[in-house]
């Protein structure tokens, strides 16, 4: 049975950095591409950012420079490092894994973790 479960959303001030986290099971997590998705109310869910097997990076436009991916293969952890965060970067985070050669938005979701970036 496979679970991503994420943690470490929350409410924080514009400017201010937040690290969220997703622990996978039930996969072998070193095949997967990982990925961060959001969706904010009202509007299609994005790709926010994911990492390869191999540690190659891909970030949406909106995030690059103040977003960081990474991941543990011991601890079968991803991670989403996020600074200088802004109002519009609220939303609800999921976590991702997929195969290598997937298209984007399928394999394995989490149930997500709430952003909350306001004063």
């Known amino acids: 049975q496979v679970q991503l479960v994420e943690s470490g959303g929350g409410l924080v001030q514009p400017g201010g950095s937040l690290r969220i986290s997703c622990a996978a099971s039930?996969?072998?997590?070193?095949?997967?591409?990982m990925g961060w998705y959001r969706q904010a109310p009202g509007k299609q869910r994005e790709l926010v950012a994911a990492?390869?097997?191999?540690?190659?990076?891909n970030y949406a436009d909106s995030v690059k420079g103040r977003f960081t991916i990474s991941r543990d293969s011991a601890k079968n952890t991803v991670y989403l490092q996020m600074n200088s965060l802004k109002p519009e970067d609220t939303a609800v985070y999921y976590c991702?894994?997929?195969?290598?050669?997937?298209?984007?938005?399928?394999?394995?979701w989490g149930q997500g973790t709430q952003v909350t970036v306001s004063s």
């Open positions: 991702n894994a997929a195969l290598p050669g997937s298209s984007w938005f399928s394999g394995y």
């Open positions: 990492i390869t097997s191999g540690g190659s990076t």
């Open positions: 039930g996969i072998v997590f070193r095949l997967y591409t």
